[in-house]
């Protein structure tokens, strides 16, 4: 009965940002619960490289999408829909950060693109494929937040990621108040520091590093299968009573 919840056989996932990392990972839990799951990342040659590696495990599609890009998401979301009949889930995982810079010095163009990608991207993204689903009156979103929405971090200083990461848990929670009742779950994650590609620079600093680990009760980072375990158990019907949450995975980073 309760091992059957996680079972996805016969539905499609949409994943952006799965070209690496969390988005890769959340791809691969997916599939292996029975998705068919189609990849999307901005990056076409991260992409195909990330299908070859999910060879065999089950049906993998593509879309080379730009999510900052509105009319560009909401094609993909057209296409997916009229090709497959359905994208019942979505993973809103795309993003990126910026190199530590402190607010009097950022620019304009640090700030917006941070925003655009981390948070107007996040909202472009479950505008278009929650449509279909509020019109089919199902579906589960799952966007991908950070520690960073909740606290400050120290010691580096990232006010437009922080701003963007908060941004998401909000509009999550809103979306979830207005579609709750039309049939559609909107859930987030919100990691820790997470051991991607783009977070390895800034692991092997010693300014950083040091201070992060002594912050966190676990003494770790988290690993990208991590999150995708959480981000799993959101979209299928397991968490079928869960709207609105904000799940944290930061190995007890927010603690204290």
């Given at each position: 009965?309760?091992l059957?919840?996680?079972?996805?056989?016969?539905?499609t996932?949409?994943v952006?940002?799965?070209?690496?990392?969390?988005?890769?990972?959340?791809a691969?839990?997916l599939?292996?619960?029975?998705?068919?799951?189609?990849l999307?990342?901005?990056d076409?040659?991260?992409?195909?490289?990330?299908?070859?590696?999910?060879?065999?495990?089950?049906?993998?599609?593509?879309a080379?999408?730009?999510?900052?890009?509105?009319?560009?998401?909401?094609?993909?979301?057209?296409?997916?829909?009229?090709?497959?009949?359905?994208?019942?889930?979505?993973?809103?995982?795309?993003?990126?950060?910026?190199?530590?810079?402190?607010a009097?010095?950022?620019?304009?163009?640090?700030?917006?693109?941070?925003?655009?990608?981390?948070?107007?991207?996040?909202?472009?993204?479950?505008?278009?494929?929650?449509?279909?689903?509020?019109a089919?009156?199902?579906?589960?979103?799952?966007?991908?937040?950070?520690?960073?929405?909740?606290?400050?971090?120290?010691?580096?200083?990232?006010?437009?990621?922080?701003?963007?990461?908060?941004?998401?848990?909000?509009?999550?929670?809103?979306?979830?108040?207005?579609?709750?009742?039309?049939?559609?779950?909107?859930?987030?994650?919100?990691?820790?520091?997470?051991?991607?590609?783009?977070?390895?620079?800034?692991?092997?600093?010693?300014?950083?590093?040091?201070?992060?680990?002594?912050?966190?009760?676990?003494?770790?980072?988290?690993?990208?299968?991590?999150?995708?375990?959480?981000?799993?158990?959101?979209?299928?019907?397991?968490?079928?009573?869960?709207?609105?949450?904000?799940?944290?995975?930061?190995?007890?980073?927010?603690?204290?």
């Amino acid at each position: 009965m309760y091992l059957a919840k996680f079972d996805l056989t016969g539905q499609t996932a949409f994943v952006t940002g799965a070209g690496r990392g969390i988005g890769f990972c959340a791809a691969q839990a997916l599939l292996e619960a029975g998705a068919r799951v189609i990849l999307s990342d901005i990056d076409a040659t991260l992409l195909q490289q990330a299908k070859a590696a999910l060879a065999g495990k089950g049906e993998v599609e593509t879309a080379v999408l730009d999510i900052a890009d509105p009319a560009a998401v909401a094609a993909a979301a057209r296409d997916a829909n009229q090709r497959f009949g359905a994208v019942d889930i979505l993973i809103a995982n795309a993003g990126i950060a910026w190199p530590d810079t402190g607010a009097e010095d950022m620019s304009d163009e640090a700030w917006r693109k941070v925003i655009d990608v981390d948070l107007n991207g996040a909202y472009w993204s479950c505008r278009e494929f929650g449509r279909a689903m509020l019109a089919r009156g199902k579906g589960a979103i799952v966007t991908v937040g950070s520690m960073s929405g909740l606290i400050s971090n120290k010691p580096q200083r990232q006010v437009h990621y922080n701003a963007a990461k908060a941004g998401v848990h909000h509009m999550t929670k809103s979306l979830a108040g207005e579609w709750a009742a039309r049939g559609v779950r909107v859930n987030s994650v919100a990691p820790t520091y997470v051991d991607t590609p783009m977070s390895s620079a800034a692991f092997a600093d010693p300014k950083l590093f040091p201070i992060w680990m002594e912050m966190t009760p676990m003494g770790r980072v988290a690993r990208a299968d991590e999150i995708a375990s959480a981000i799993l158990f959101l979209a299928c019907d397991a968490a079928s009573a869960i709207t609105g949450s904000i799940l944290v995975v930061d190995c007890g980073y927010t603690i204290w």
